[in-house]
């Protein structure tokens, strides 16, 4: 077991079992035990890739997008560009590369990081070390400074804590973390039934079905989503996720590339889970603001002009590195609308913007289903 996990186990022995959502927060956020907290996760050595490690063509089309919708909404001369759960900095720092095309807009910017890992903090500052635009770092959502805001949001919905509810012939009961006969982490359910799950459209699962609920990505969406209603602005995410809530129990913790047990190496190894992007839409209506898409990721960057970057990219470069731009091209994008098979299909991009404000790009047409 690792430090984390024994950490976990003492906490379950004093005070008992835990929530799903309170083992994802300790596994991911402990200030020194947590998975962000004490690494860089991303790339060949680490445990997974994500799409602006992929591709530099990924955070520059984000960037123009930015730029586009800064355009459309009439050049305000201040405007903050917010990025949630920045990685390593690579995505802004491509789209900050990306805008040097219009000069007004990276005078305009004041860009605006929502991180709480020291580690990668420190990651961010070095990929944006001399970028034009003043940088700040913030650790909460409602500590953004005032005023207009385009926020990006790549893979970071994913890995907010959620909880789980599981059916059981007495109704739908929180699942929750305990120690098994021999002392190891397992999964159970509190004694609770929650009547008012048991009442909405999800009545008719079967006993053992798991629904999933994320909390505070719905609060997080909230808030910048009365932002924007207030203020103007857009905020876009992207992520793994199904475009309508339903049962089903998308927990996966991932180490080295592979899927690994979610209960077994808590802060060695990632923990996600998909977001529902439905509940997501929900929490920004309620919040005043409107909503475009889910669209897969893939007809996203497409309509973005994915395939003319990497060829006029691929056009400049040698035969070996040609290839490689369009095979990163094609991991981006690969993946029919409907097939769920590839970062094209599986992930999936949503805008949410001010009631009546511009038409973001890229969000022509909707998914109908999931
Ligand atoms: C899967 S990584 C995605 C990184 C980056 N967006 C990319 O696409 O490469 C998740 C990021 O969210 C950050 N993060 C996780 N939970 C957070 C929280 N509650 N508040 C702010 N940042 C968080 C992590 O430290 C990390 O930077």
């Known amino acids: 077991m690792t430090a984390c996990g024994d950490h976990i186990r003492d906490l379950i022995g004093s005070s008992g079992p835990i929530s799903v959502e309170r083992y994802m927060e300790i596994a991911l956020g402990h200030p020194t035990l947590g998975y962000y907290m004490t690494r860089d996760p991303f790339g060949a050595s680490g445990d997974f890739i994500t799409a602006p490690e992929v591709s530099q063509i990924f955070g520059e089309l984000l960037g123009l997008w930015c730029v586009d919708y800064w355009a459309r909404m009439g050049a305000p001369g201040r405007v903050q560009l917010v990025e949630l759960g920045p990685g390593r900095g690579t995505l802004m720092r491509d789209a900050l590369r990306a805008a040097r095309v219009v000069p007004a807009f990276l005078a305009a910017v004041e860009v605006a990081l929502v991180e709480t890992s020291p580690t990668l903090r420190a990651a961010q500052k070095t990929a944006l070390a001399g970028v034009a635009p003043p940088v700040a770092w913030f650790g909460g959502v409602e500590d953004i400074p005032g005023g207009p805001m385009i926020a990006l949001a790549n893979e970071f919905f994913d890995a907010l804590p959620a909880r789980q509810y599981v059916k059981t012939t007495e109704g739908w009961r929180e699942r929750v973390i305990g120690l098994d006969g021999r002392g190891e982490l397992g999964f159970g359910a509190a004694p609770r039934v929650h009547e008012s799950i048991e009442e909405s459209i999800e009545a008719n699962a079967p006993d053992g079905a798991i629904l999933e609920r994320n909390l505070v990505a719905e609060r997080v969406m909230f808030t910048l989503a009365k932002r924007v209603a207030k203020r103007g602005g857009a905020v876009l995410a992207i992520d793994y996720g199904h475009v309508k809530s339903g049962v089903g129990d998308t927990l996966q913790a991932m180490r080295r590339h592979e899927f690994v047990d979610a209960l077994a190496e808590p802060g060695e190894a990632d923990l996600t889970t998909h977001v529902d992007f439905e509940a997501l839409a929900r929490a920004a209506a309620r919040a005043g603001a409107s909503t475009r898409g889910p669209v897969t990721q893939g007809l996203f960057l ?46 999936k991009a949503l805008a949410v913007t001010q009631d009546g404000g511009p038409e973001p790009i890229g969000f022509s047409e909707n998914l109908a289903s999931p």
């Open 302 to 347: 497409n309509r973005l002009g994915a395939g003319e970057r990497a060829r006029k990219l691929a056009a400049g470069a040698d035969a070996a590195a040609a290839r490689r731009i369009m095979s990163e091209l094609t991991r981006l994008t690969a993946g029919g609308r409907l097939d769920k098979v590839g970062m094209g299909g599986l992930f």
